[in-house]
């Protein structure tokens, strides 16, 4: 063998001009499978074709997906093919976004898509009210043919509950009954609610607000100085201070853009849905005035893909405004979700509105400093927004006025669970859970007595009835192991389990991770499990609770230990 290779010839190939030009071309072909014209046809026809800008803005990735997904009942994998084609997109990066979002349904090749999919809500709130029941009966009705029937996480109508979307039909108070009929009679088209449109709100001095903060006639520092001295935090549940916010983002170098998150995934909350349908011009102007005194130049409104008669709402309405504005109007998008909570972070939501997985950012930087498309970025929730005409033109101290038990300010309670009246309250900030029970809600419902409440949303912890006198507000919750977030409660009787609440919580927590981070991933995962057994293992829980707050890299993992060191704490005649 050695002496074989000693008097082996080494052989080096040249390549002449011609085959270097070939191997240049063979690359710069699409490798893989390639896009079949009827594809190609069938997608170019949803797209904006006259534009190939438009076509190809990777930011509009998930914007094209839907159209597609709405089209054809679905995305056959053809389809994602002819999009990356169009969009000269990689068919790994097309095909990694689709599979993140929970609304998108993959077709395999030699599938059909399903005539539509059928959705039951089975939060906590729907769980409650017998969604579980409703679930099996509607797979053993329709699951058999070619209408998909599946579980859903919370889809922001708890005081509705239980909740089936049919398709893009929303059914409140479900019963068997009432879908199949829906079911029967193709009503499944998303419904817009009545509400105070263009016309009617300028008529009721409607952007006589915004005129007066562009004209001059109310200087911006006025308007900042009302937000600030109105004691506002923001409502979408990390309550930072909003005139604040408005100073940082200011301060930042131009151009300066906005993000709107109107994304209330929480389980529980369903506070800016009911806003938006009744009046949306009072958060557009409050968005517009927000927009002019910080020095917005793009603004993008995310709303959650499960409200489809609100973005009928806000699409109609917005064509109005811009086609006879107040003002000279900045950039205005409406973006749509993909059934994804972890989107309400707002790293995440950018990451989205980017046409990315909805993955949340490490931090630092800050998005104020660099948020959507690398600039400055002043992110609202929508009801923070909602309240900024009130705030400036009544004065801030209507605003901070309001408020019990040495707190101040105004909260809008999204109550679902075991009362009579369910539904958004408005009520001062610091109110207790018994005070709203009783003096809002019609006290509990016949047959049930006040056992526990979630003051704060599924990631917001679970607290004894006992309990029910802490003032609801920002960081009075806190020593308490909970928190108000979006002041979305949900009340239990005494029919109800703690525990089965937190295994629902953390059932939803598994399902709702973007996978990114392992503690999170795999921790609530873990929980999942051991919550499952007769008889908690409370070290081994409290083990996974520590590293999942410590080490996650948002909310949603640090979260997502509250409800079990809850029923730890206060419950744990249920689990020992």
Not at 80 to 85: F, G, I, P, T, Y
Request: glycine share 10%.
């Amino acid at each position: 063998m050695s002496n074989q290779k000693s008097h082996s010839t080494s052989v080096v190939a040249f390549a002449s001009v011609e085959d270097m030009s070939l191997k240049i071309r063979q690359k710069s072909q699409l490798k893989g499978r390639q896009a079949d014209d009827v594809s190609l046809l069938e997608v170019s026809a949803l797209l904006p074709m006259e534009d190939k800008v438009l076509q190809q803005r990777p930011d509009l990735l998930i914007e094209h997906l839907h159209k597609i997904n709405d089209n054809f009942r679905g995305l056959h994998e053809r389809h994602l093919v002819a999009l990356a084609k169009i969009m000269n997109m990689s068919m790994a990066e097309v095909y990694e976004v689709a599979t993140f979002y929970h609304h998108f349904e993959i077709i395999r090749d030699g599938e059909e898509a399903p005539v539509f999919t059928l959705r039951v809500c089975d939060g906590l709130s729907c769980d409650m009210a017998g969604a579980l029941t409703l679930l099996g009966q509607l797979k053993a009705s329709l699951g058999t043919g070619n209408i998909k029937v599946v579980s859903a996480p919370c889809v922001g109508r708890c005081e509705q509950a239980p909740v089936a979307v049919v398709h893009q039909h929303e059914i409140g108070h479900a019963t068997s009954e009432k879908v199949m009929q829906a079911v029967q009679s193709q009503s499944i088209q998303p419904v817009a609610p009545d509400y105070i449109d263009l016309a009617a709100y300028v008529a009721d001095g409607g952007y006589a607000l915004l005129r007066g903060v562009v004209e001059g006639k109310l200087d911006a520092e006025a308007v900042l100085k009302a937000m600030e001295d109105s004691g506002l935090r923001g409502l979408g549940g990390a309550g930072f201070p909003a005139g604040r916010k408005w100073r940082i983002v200011r301060e930042q170098a131009a151009p300066r853009l906005m993000a709107v998150n109107i994304d209330e995934g929480e389980p529980g909350t369903f506070k800016d849905r009911t806003y938006l349908e009744r009046d949306p011009h009072r958060f557009l102007e409050g968005m517009l005035v927000a927009a002019h005194v910080v020095g917005i130049e793009a603004i993008y409104i995310y709303l959650r893909d499960e409200y489809h008669g609100c973005r009928q709402v806000l699409s109609r309405e917005l064509e109005k405004l811009q086609a006879n504005p107040p003002v000279g109007l900045p950039l205005i998008e409406l973006r749509r979700g993909a059934g994804a909570y972890i989107c309400g972070e707002e790293s995440a939501m950018i990451e989205s509105i980017e046409g990315k997985r909805g993955e949340p950012r490490m931090r630092p930087p800050y998005i104020a400093q660099v948020g959507l498309f690398g600039r400055p970025t002043l992110e609202h929730n929508f009801e923070t927004l909602y309240w900024v005409r009130d705030i400036v033109t009544k004065g801030p101290q209507w605003f901070s006025g309001f408020g019990r038990h040495n707190r101040q300010g105004l909260r809008s309670f999204s109550v679902s669970g075991r009362v009579k009246k369910p539904g958004v309250k408005l009520a001062p900030a610091g109110i207790t859970a018994a005070e709203l029970i009783e003096e809002y809600c019609g006290g509990m419902q016949d047959g049930h007595t006040f056992y526990a409440y979630l003051p704060g949303g599924a990631s917001g912890g679970i607290l004894p009835a006992s309990l029910a006198h802490i003032p609801l507000d920002f960081d009075t919750l806190q020593p308490y192991g909970c928190f108000i977030g979006s002041a979305a409660v949900i009340v239990l009787g005494h029919q109800d389990s703690a525990r089965h609440a937190a295994l629902n919580i953390m059932k939803f927590f598994e399902h709702e991770s973007c996978g990114q981070c392992t503690p999170c991933r795999v921790g609530t995962a873990k929980a999942v499990q051991l919550m499952q057994a007769p008889v908690w293992d409370l070290s081994t829980l409290e083990d996974l609770n520590q590293v999942m707050t410590d080490a996650s890299i948002c909310g949603l993992g640090q979260a997502a230990p509250n409800p079990v060191r809850c029923v730890q704490k206060y419950f744990s005649q249920e689990v020992i």
